[in-house]
């Protein structure tokens, strides 16, 4: 079993940057696709990026692409999202996913498990 963590989040002024991280105990990451996704109050869950275990190909929501660079921190055991020019409507909560097969993308039923999130407020 595979348990996630999210750490990073927190308050920034809109054009701030802020760098979330997904850790995992019970299995090594680098054996998961990992996808990031985020919530805003009222809303559905969406797909922001995606690191793919196979080739470390990664793919992102076009809302954020240009803005949001996912990786795979080796020395950490950790995925991570770093976000730049942050505006409000980035306002959500983020959550990391994990799956093990290499061809999940931006769906949340690809996903066999996940974080509690972290909150990420943008002010204007």
């Known amino acids: 079993q595979v348990q996630l963590v999210e750490s990073g989040g927190g308050l920034v002024q809109a054009r701030g940057s802020l760098r979330l991280s997904c850790a995992a105990s019970g299995g090594p990451l680098s054996r998961y696709t990992t996808g990031w996704f985020r919530q805003a109050p009222g809303k559905e869950r969406e797909f922001v990026a995606v690191i793919r275990w196979s080739d470390e190909s990664t793919y992102y929501a076009d809302s954020v692409k240009g803005r949001f660079t996912v990786s795979r921190e080796n020395a950490k055991s950790t995925v991570d999202l770093r976000m730049n020019s942050l505006k409000p409507e980035d306002t959500a909560v983020y959550y990391c996913?994990?799956?093990?097969?290499?061809?999940?993308?931006?769906?949340?039923?690809?996903?066999?498990?996940w974080g509690q999130g972290t909150q990420v407020t943008v002010s204007s």
């Open positions: 996913a994990a799956s093990p097969r290499s061809w999940s993308g931006p769906r949340p039923d690809d996903y066999d498990y």
